[in-house]
């Protein structure tokens, strides 16, 4: 028996029946897992099945093929992305200086910046055969994130009077985040939340250092 099967049976607070949304996200998390796990290109719909505790044919109702399933996690992982910024920039004072730290923040909350959703993402961002996927399903994510980002750097660029091109400040800042996501991966040299924040805010202090430190914006900003 495997552990999700075994954490059902022994949990019987666990509703026999869930709604139909309930159930295609306990699929989505349980996918999430398995390619965390296997990989890619190596999941299948009974890993799932059997990682949710579920029956292959349940699966199959809800999500019919392995392409479809591995679909609806990808859009489900770049919406779950999406609302966590903008969850973050809701929360943040108006200044540039602290939307760009809200921003920074939002890639290593703990409900995103997680061991499975990282070995998620790098599985996706590894296969060739996913870039059309991705590019068709959360584009238009990554084009909102990006212009979100050039909008703050133009702001801490006027208001700094830094002689930085903004646009290139911003590319640069989103593949330091993307890398240090990336690196924190790597098998031969993990390293925290905390330290991955402190590597991100050293790249935000070299470009707007009357703006930041290594420990995040200034109480002056």
Known sequence: MNAAAARSKADPAQPRKLSRAARRQQLIEAT???????????TTLTDVANRAGLSHGLVNFHFETKEKLLTETLVFLSEE???NWVAALDRAPDDPAHR???MIRADFSPEICTPERLAAWCAYWGEAQCRPLYQEHCGSNDAEYFQVLLGICERLA???RYDYNPTLVARVLRVMLE???LDMMTMNMPYSR???????YASAAAFFPDHFTTEGPKTSA
């Open 32 to 42: 999430i897992e398995t390619i965390a796990e296997r990989g890619y290109a190596r």
């Open 81 to 83: 992305y999406r609302a």
């Open 100 to 102: 760009l730290d809200a």
């Open 158 to 160: 006027r208001e700094g």
């Open 179 to 181: 890398g240090v996501w």
């Open 194 to 200: 905390a330290e991955a924040l402190t590597t991100v």
